[in-house]
DNA sequence: TACAAAACTTGCCCAGTAGGCAAGTTTGCC
DNA sequence: GGCAAACTTGCCTACTGGGCAAGTTTTGTA
């Protein structure tokens, strides 16, 4: 395996790491309405049209981290055994990630809770955790068999990442409960029959 | 009660209806991204400046009657019998208002079909239903007892309508299948536990 | 090592957009 | 009738996404 993806890979990986992590610090610090796409490219050295290509506006600049974090659980999800119930696999898959997620970045709830409640932010992390679903649906439905599987997939997939959805979101308005476990509940309440 | 909401409520939901309409069929014309708010503003004889004062973009403005569906199945769910499970009331309810939507508008499917596939329009309807997954969590919550209610009642809630767009989705990508069948069909995939 | 091709960055540009403000108009109510 | 509240409109401005072309960096190949 190649250990290094090329100079122009890793420098394109540090462009859109630096452009994620300045977007996030200026919408904490200076709420996400103030902020300008401008301010972020300068913030990571860039010019303003860079940052147009690589993220199609700040929102999305924002939750790059999340969409990093779903396309790592879709890899354990698909390194789970090929017998396992799909629920089940999921729920492994869940519970890894959330403590990989936990242990490489304690700080992560933290600044998520700084930047709650805001209503254009809510509905893109709703449309980040979405775009996944139809990859996922395709995973699941190897894993299933009788009638209807393209639909019953779909659902399955939609159901898990909503129910991340919500886990990530409650934890973030309460702090003192553990993700893991706010995980592990929601996943037991949404398991289908 | 009151059979009229006063002339100024009833020229605000026509003004807000034939925007609604305005942008629906000119998105299918010329495209999503062919059309700009001032053309659907012009559309509905009303200037830019007010379609803003009813809607924050054309994508909000496309998924209104969405909105309006969605709110029509909260009522719907406040209106199955407090006793039921929480999941056979919302299995009712859905079915009643797939019922509802199809009788009383046959070519709603048909349209949808033609704006399939955007990729902002998607984003946009996945946004447009977790609009009201709180006030659904609320109603939940009083149906449930037991650890955790809060939580449960608002995963119970996100599963429901993510399984309820899934549905639909769905239904605009297998024309030859009827709506109720598949919205059957999806809510039976997600039965919780 | 050299060098052409491919990929990336940047500045310039433009049409579209959200939303503040103030003047004018319509509706509700006494 | 007449006043107050609500709504519409035009004007304005800062911001945005993305097309284009010129300049720069990386890559693959010879």
């Known amino acids: 395996m190649d250990e290094t993806p090329g100079l122009r ?12 992590e300045a977007a996030l610090q200026l919408a904490i610090d200076q709420g996400v309405d103030g902020v300008t796409v401008e301010a972020i490219a300068d913030a990571a050295n860039v010019s303003r049209r860079t940052f147009s290509n690589y993220f199609s506006g700040k929102e999305e ?4 981290g999340d969409t990093v974090r779903l396309r790592r659980m879709l890899e ?13 696999a999921l729920t492994r898959a ?11 970045n304690e700080e992560w709830l933290t600044r998520r ?19 996944v679903e ?12 009788g009638d ?4 019953r997939a779909r659902v399955l997939a939609a159901i898990f990442l909503t129910t991340m959805r919500v886990a990530v979101q409650d934890s973030t308005e309460h702090p003192d409960r553990p993700l893991l476990d706010v995980v592990a ?7 289908p029959a």
Chains 1, 2 share one sequence.
């Open 9 to 20: 890979e890793r420098k394109k990986a540090a462009t859109r790491a630096a452009l994620h």
């Open 61 to 64: 600049a924002i939750f790059h």
């Open 76 to 88: 354990l999800i698909r390194a789970q055994p090929a017998d396992d119930q799909p629920w089940t």
């Open 94 to 104: 869940a519970l890894q990630l959330a403590e990989e997620t936990y242990l490489g």
């Open 113 to 131: 809770r700084l930047l709650r409640g805001h209503p254009s932010l809510a509905a893109h992390q709703v449309a980040a955790f979405a775009v």
């Open 134 to 145: 139809r990859e996922l649906a395709a995973e699941l439905a190897e894993r299933l068999s």
């Open 148 to 151: 209807d599987v393209a639909l």
């Open 185 to 191: 509940a929601a996943l037991a309440a949404a398991a």
